[in-house]
């Protein structure tokens, strides 16, 4: 009981703490983020030849293994488990975007998904018509008027901005499953969100090895694409297009394109 009182009363002043940072943020206006804020670059593109080195040595042959061994089906499954888990956070972030419809959707899909869909291994609640509403505390920084900020990239979790590097914290800090689950239980949902990305990693291969190792300037490439595919999930215009994107490292928040996929996306992430 002590134990389960303590857990709570960190979640609590965790989520005060987000609320704190909503509140400082209420007065500003969405973005429109034009160009490219870059002032770090040598030190990004230093991060991103890491990055391809990790790529080439460990990640792309481990993906390649398990895309050959574990059959479609098995893969499909541990990545439903895997995007069930994120649901109760977007639902987190409905809430405080002041987007109760999108909330309810998020908490009506994870329910369905976790009970009938057997802990969300299967996706009964898209065939109702609850195909959610991804989003995370970057996109509610966003909707709150917080500044994009300078563009980073980091080691092992690829491109970002400024603000969607602090969302991504909180989501981390703040996500309902990670807090209420118990160890080692907890650790089966970080398992679960690599098997995803080495899923995803394998299935788009020619497309993230186009970008990596295809490219002219593979960082300029990446970035361009990074800053498209995050402005036009957002709604925030700048140099979006229409057209679908791939980002091999995005954050795929927000109401992004159906197709965006995102193997590196930072585990919030959410």
């Known amino acids: 009981m002590m134990a389960s009182g303590?857990?709570?009363?960190?979640?609590?002043?965790?989520?005060?703490?987000?609320?704190?940072?909503l509140a400082l943020a209420a007065c500003g206006t969405p973005p429109v983020q034009?160009?490219?804020?870059?002032?770090?670059?040598?030190?990004?593109?230093?991060?991103?030849?890491?990055?391809?080195?990790?790529?080439?040595?460990?990640?792309?042959?481990?993906?390649?293994?398990?895309?050959?061994?574990?059959?479609?089906?098995?893969?499909t499954g541990v990545n439903n488990f895997a995007d069930n888990l994120d649901l109760p956070g977007d639902a987190l972030n409905g809430v405080f975007q002041g987007r109760p419809?999108?909330?309810?959707?998020?908490?009506?899909?994870?329910v369905v998904n976790?009970?009938?869909?057997?802990?969300?291994?299967?996706?009964?609640?898209?065939?109702?018509?609850?195909?959610?509403?991804?989003t995370d505390f970057g996109e509610t920084l966003y909707t709150w008027g917080v500044g994009e900020g300078q563009y980073v990239e980091h080691p092992f979790f690829g491109p970002s901005t400024e603000r969607d590097t602090y969302g991504a914290i909180v989501d981390y800090a703040t996500n309902p499953v990670r807090l209420l689950v118990p160890s080692p239980e907890r650790s089966i949902?970080?398992?679960?969100?690599?098997?995803?990305?080495?899923?995803?990693?394998?299935?788009?291969s020619d497309t993230i090895d186009s970008v990596l190792y295809e490219s002219a300037d593979s960082y300029a490439?990446?970035?361009?694409?990074?800053?498209?595919?995050?402005?036009?999930?957002?709604g925030g215009g700048g140099e979006a297009s229409g057209d679908d994107f791939i980002d091999p490292y995005a954050d795929a928040g927000g109401a992004a394109p159906a197709d965006f996929i995102d193997?590196?996306?930072?585990?919030?992430?959410?």
């Open 34 to 75: 034009t160009g490219t804020n870059d002032p770090q670059e040598q030190v990004n593109r230093e991060r991103h030849e890491f990055n391809k080195r990790f790529d080439t040595a460990l990640v792309k042959p481990v993906s390649q293994g398990y895309g050959r061994v574990v059959p479609g089906p098995v893969r």
């Open 189 to 204: 949902g970080t398992v679960a969100e690599g098997g995803s990305k080495l899923g995803d990693r394998y299935e788009y």
């Open 263 to 270: 193997p590196y996306e930072d585990s919030n992430a959410q």
């Open 114 to 134: 976790s009970t009938i869909g057997v802990l969300g291994i299967f996706d009964p609640a898209s065939s109702m018509g609850l195909r959610g509403k991804p």
């Open 221 to 234: 490439q990446t970035r361009l694409l990074y800053l498209q595919n995050r402005r036009y999930a957002l």
């Open 101 to 110: 419809v999108a909330a309810l959707e998020n908490t009506a899909r994870f």
């Open 6 to 21: 303590h857990a709570a009363l960190r979640a609590v002043s965790k989520l005060g703490a987000a609320a704190s940072l």
